[in-house]
T-cell receptor
């Protein structure tokens, strides 16, 4: 089944303890991205990647890191989490149509992170 | 600046009533517009995109470049339509811009 898989689904941690949220897709998509979803703010893009070893900042990258060593994986790293990073996180991927990135996004199930 | 505006946080309608979820955007070029839906306890999924001109689950959306709008419409709401709806824009670059979402509640 074609899908985007995120792990874990739920995570509770303490301030300053490094964590990684994994994201994997089996659709051979070039484009992958991370979003956070907060009440009243909708989805905001954190980082995105156009292909292996190519990543760039979205609208809210502060406090996050990513890596794209393999096409299928795009982990989100919080080196020193803080309470304001408590949120629902989504990973998404899409293929490329022609030279653009207008293909629809395929989303993971989400990771609910709580930082105390 | 690119922006997607969904003015209603919550929209409640009765079953069988027409539904219109508003979406306005600001972008100087030729964007592509999408509607994504998130049902309770499910992942976000594509509902429809403007270039497809499809009707999905009875929903349609027409891109109005003059009014810079992409409102989502359905003539007769069903209880299973209750969900969170997001309007999104992409310009063919690497960024997707999402609106803040509208929660649709269809009342029995």
């Amino acid at each position: 089944e074609a899908q985007v898989t995120q792990n874990p689904r739920y995570l509770i941690t303490v301030t300053g303890k490094k964590l990684t949220v994994t994201c994997s897709q089996n659709m051979n998509h070039e484009y992958m991205s991370w979003y956070r979803q907060d009440p009243g703010l909708g989805l905001r893009q954190i980082y995105y990647s156009m292909n292996v070893e190519v990543t760039d900042k979205g609208d809210v990258p502060e406090g996050y890191k990513v890596s794209r060593k393999e096409k299928r994986n795009f982990p989100l790293i919080l080196e020193s989490p803080s309470p304001n990073q408590t949120s629902l996180y989504f990973c998404a991927s899409s293929g490329i149509q022609g030279s653009s990135y207008n293909s629809p996004l395929h989303f993971g199930n989400g990771t609910r992170l709580t930082v105390t | 600046a690119q922006r997607v505006t969904q003015p209603e946080k919550l929209l409640s309608v009765f079953k069988g009533a027409p539904v219109e979820l508003k979406c306005n955007y600001s972008y100087s070029g030729s964007p592509e517009l999408f509607w994504y839906v998130q049902y309770s306890r499910q992942r976000l999924q594509l509902l429809l995109r403007h270039i497809s001109r499809e009707s999905i689950k009875g929903f349609t959306a027409d891109l109005n470049k003059g009014e810079t709008s992409f409102h989502l419409k359905k003539p007769f709401a069903q209880e299973e339509d209750s969900a969170m709806y997001y309007c999104a824009l992409t310009s063919g670059t690497y960024k997707y811009i999402f609106g803040t979402g509208t929660r649709l509640k269809v009342l029995a």
